[in-house]
């Protein structure tokens, strides 16, 4: 948990035991700043950043973010509330947190972190894991986690900050088993109560969506997937609906547009090679079912992508002067 003392409101350098701060008690409101620095999203790559005195960096992006502190000290600010971060310790957050860290006006203060984004994960993560990770935001506990520098977490990303090189596939994987110990604690884990009144075939089918994944649900059929679990399409598609909240065609219909963006982003492949690659065999329904998802056209949303991926290359190249 993070420490909730404060060094510095307003002309003080007390210490106050016991007591988590509010903003107002801090003397800075929440959102209130002359300067916020907003998180530049690139999936599994180890960032920089110095905030100064009073500077204000926030994380309002699609992915999640594990943020630490090397140098300084800085307040995590949400729901009213400001949580002290010394030098080590840091905050874990889900995607499309609202809260924002703001350096203490005493100095500067050096921020480590990297983001991962769920729908490039494509592979990795099974439908339960998947559906967990969504859910998470949801809750007003479990928008964010903090963790100080003698804790698990902060232990292996100080590792992880003192290794010589930052990039690569060896950094990369680092980044990922960080980034999976820090979230497992928020996942939620089913209890004996809850598989009491379980019947069998719910049971089967948790541990079949619980070892399927996303790619392998996007690409099978309902018949294929009511095969593997004997029983009905209907029946399978009802405890599907139940467990996940959506119908089963709905959520693999997301699944494919999410890898179509994936692709759109990271390659130059022409279109309708992107609509192969994420499942669609025919360019009409495909482009049809990307600009109702996301609201523009599969070349519009690539243009606009790079478009902002420029100007954010030249804010970085602006931040760093």
Sequence with gaps: MCPTRADEPEGSSGRINGRILTAQSLRFPVGHSSSCRKIVEKHLVFQ?????????????????????????????MQN???????????????????????ASRLGNLKLEFFSVRLQFLNGLLTVAEWHQLEIIPSHSDGQFLCFTATEPVGQKFAHIANQTRRDGLTMRCALLQLWDSAVSGMMAVPTAADTAHTNKLRERFRQMIGHMLEAEL???????????????????????REEFGVPLRARQIELRL????????????????????????????????????????????????????????????????
């Design 80 to 102: 009213g509330v400001a949580r002290e971060l010394s030098a080590g310790g840091g905050v874990v957050l889900a995607f499309n947190n609202t809260g924002r860290l703001r």
């Design 218 to 240: 996007s690409g099978s059929s309902l018949g294929e997937l009511a095969g593997q679990l004997n029983c009905s399409e209907r029946h399978f598609s009802r405890l599907f």
């Design 48 to 76: 920089e950043n110095v905030l100064r005195p009073s500077e204000e960096w926030s994380s309002r992006g699609t992915g999640w973010v594990v943020a630490r502190v090397a140098e300084g000290t800085g307040y995590w």
């Design 258 to 321: 999410q890898r179509a963006r994936q692709l759109l982003a990271d390659s130059d492949a022409k279109v309708v090679n992107v609509a192969f690659g994420s499942g669609y065999r025919h360019l009409g329904l495909f482009n049809a079912m990307f600009k109702k998802r996301f609201g523009m056209t599969p070349s519009e949303w690539r243009q606009a992508n790079r478009e902002e991926a420029n100007k954010t290359e030249i804010r970085e190249a602006g931040n760093s002067k």
